[in-house]
């Protein structure tokens, strides 16, 4: 099965910072990824598709890249509201569908 | 409103059963495959079963392979999972997912609320 990593486990930041989190898969997943946010009490909410795409209504600050093994998620100006969980999710080993184990970021 | 609800949770003794209901809205439920996801208190994201949208396709992770069911009632809009042989570990928030097909890629969209399946003595 297609283990998936995320660095860092956690981290704080302050508001208008750039901040980036890694996720990285055990084998390629072509571009077959996606992030997620969640914040304590709701369920997770769909962020990128797909590596890159935006998905609807979600802020331009966020973005995606990477395809493969190696995949990034850039928050360009961090604001009060981003402090949530983020995960990533492989979609490339359907029906298999795999979760990074999270990153929590915390603002200052 | 495309919209799932999730219920069914509850507190369980070790060993036994209980059955989780999903029931969906807004959309054509048959022509969706579906997904649960778990989240044990304060961990993270565990993906545990899948079914396609007639049903004749299922997966799960391996923990609890031979102990859970998925199935689906495409009249009723409406998406199960048959727990058994419960365990503490199986504590968590159960969640469903639509699959979603956006341009080549399949993303989980929307996810209910989620129903605290609590298993303990």
């Known amino acids: 099965d297609i283990q998936m990593t995320q660095s860092p486990s956690s981290l704080s930041t302050s508001v208008g910072d750039r901040v980036t989190i890694t996720c990285r898969a055990s084998?390629?997943?072509?571009?077959?990824l996606n992030w997620y946010q969640q914040k304590p009490g709701q369920a997770p909410r769909l962020l990128i598709f797909?590596?890159?795409y935006l998905q609807s209504g979600v802020p331009s600050r966020f973005s995606g890249s990477g395809s493969g093994t190696e995949f990034t998620l850039t928050i360009g100006s961090l604001q009060p509201e981003d402090s949530a969980t983020y995960y990533c999710?492989?979609?490339?080993?359907?029906?298999?569908?795999?979760f990074g184990q999270g990153t929590k970021l915390e603002i200052k | 409103e495309v919209q799932v609800v999730e219920s069914g949770g509850g507190l369980i003794q070790p060993g036994g059963s209980l059955r989780l209901s999903c029931a969906a809205s807004?959309?054509?439920?048959?022509?969706?495959?579906m997904n649960w996801v778990r989240q044990a208190p304060g961990k993270g994201l565990e993906w545990i079963s899948y079914?396609?949208?007639?049903?004749?396709?299922?997966s799960y992770v391996d923990s609890v392979k031979g102990r859970f069911t998925v199935s689906r009632d495409n009249a009723k809009n409406s998406l199960y999972l048959q727990m058994s042989s419960l365990r503490v570990e199986d504590t968590a928030v159960y969640y469903c997912?639509?699959?979603?097909?956006?341009?080549?890629?399949?993303?989980?969209?929307?996810w209910g609320q989620g129903t605290l399946v609590t298993v303990s003595s």
């Open positions: 084998q390629s997943v072509s571009k077959s």
């Open positions: 807004g959309f054509t439920f048959s022509s969706y495959e």
């Open positions: 079914i396609s949208g007639s049903g004749r396709r299922v």
């Open positions: 797909s590596a890159s």
């Open positions: 997912a639509r699959v979603l097909a956006v341009a080549d890629s399949l993303l989980f969209d929307p």
């Open positions: 999710q492989q979609s490339y080993s359907t029906p298999i569908f795999t």
